[in-house]
């Protein structure tokens, strides 16, 4: 289908002003990296989301979800079709012992929300830099926590644009997994349970926790965070340091000196050289310990057409 008939029938949903043609993606990642998505629409109704995701569905086009994109590398050659972002969905609200937030929320907000509210149970969060979509998507954790621990249930739209609530033991959460993208769902809200607690505890453990964080990563450059998950056994960021890795640059990317776990985008970098140092890290690491470096951080997207 070409992109004029795209974009009309995009308009008989959103607003045109939730709809951005030839949009660069590397706005819209933590990496600053990104082609142009053909589409970027930012919807702020459930139902217009169902609509888009329906549109979508009948007309067979394709269709990418992002969060804040603080997990994600976009190729340079960006995305075809419709990119959804649900920036615009971003409510918290509390409700006794239940906090509930739209998936475009950042999950640091949501953690504040629940101390503000004597809630304990998100204080691992306080320092995980994406949405409550995506934290919920691949089971964010950190400190000791992961978002298994306190979810409840979700409302997703699924793959054919229906409100569904899944509940959070059928979603088969584990280390950095869920089933939400092989149900082809996509994450409108989170439920979390807590616990009530006393105000100065909660906020001296993520006061703490946040110090931790700014303390040791590299946070003054453009980054996904943690670009590995932790090996068996292992710490990413101790083999990676081990091989003496730590400063070396292909093109703007550089493996930090702060934190090995880490890469940065120090010059400008394209997605074509953050990702082959990615696979450097990962072939001198097998190379030298025997140890395959799994990738947490989602690669998307297309290569530039020479």
């Given at each position: 289908?070409?992109?004029a008939v795209i974009y009309n029938h995009l308009l008989t949903i959103l607003d045109e002003k939730h709809i951005a043609r030839d949009e660069y993606l590397k706005k819209h990642t933590y990496t600053k990296l990104g082609g142009k998505a053909d589409f970027f629409v930012t919807p702020n109704r459930y139902e217009d989301v169902q609509k888009v995701v329906k549109l979508c569905h009948e007309q067979r086009i394709p269709l990418t979800l992002?969060?804040?994109?603080?997990n994600l590398i976009v190729r340079d050659g960006g995305i075809r079709g419709v990119v959804l972002?649900?920036?615009?969905?971003n409510k918290i609200t509390t409700d006794g012992t239940r906090v509930v937030a739209e998936s475009g929320a950042a999950i640091i907000e949501t953690s504040?929300?629940?101390l503000a509210a004597k809630l304990s149970g998100l204080e691992f969060a306080c320092g995980i830099p994406g949405t409550v979509g995506g934290a919920v998507f691949m089971n964010a954790g950190a400190y000791g926590g992961e978002i298994k621990d306190v979810l409840e249930s979700i409302l997703v739209v699924d793959k054919h644009g229906d409100l569904v609530k899944r509940e959070a033991k059928d979603l088969d959460l584990a280390y950095r997994h869920s089933n939400i993208s092989e149900n082809g769902d996509i994450v409108l809200s989170a439920t979390f349970q807590l616990k009530e607690g006393n105000y100065d505890e909660i906020k001296a453990i993520m006061d703490d926790l946040t110090f931790k964080r700014e303390s040791k990563q590299p946070l003054e450059y453009p980054s996904c965070g943690s670009v590995f998950k932790r090996p068996p056994g292992y710490f990413a960021g101790k083999l990676i340091q081990d091989s003496d890795l730590q400063g070396t640059r292909i093109g703007g990317a550089e493996v930090s000196k702060k934190h090995a776990g880490f890469i940065v985008n120090v010059d400008n970098a394209s997605a074509t050289e953050y990702i082959s140092l990615i696979q450097h890290v990962q072939k001198t690491v097998k190379e030298k310990f025997g140890v395959a470096l799994e990738r947490e951080v989602r690669i998307i997207g297309e290569e530039i057409e020479e």
């Open positions: 289908m070409e992109n992002i969060g804040n994109g603080s972002s649900l920036a615009n969905l504040r929300k629940a």
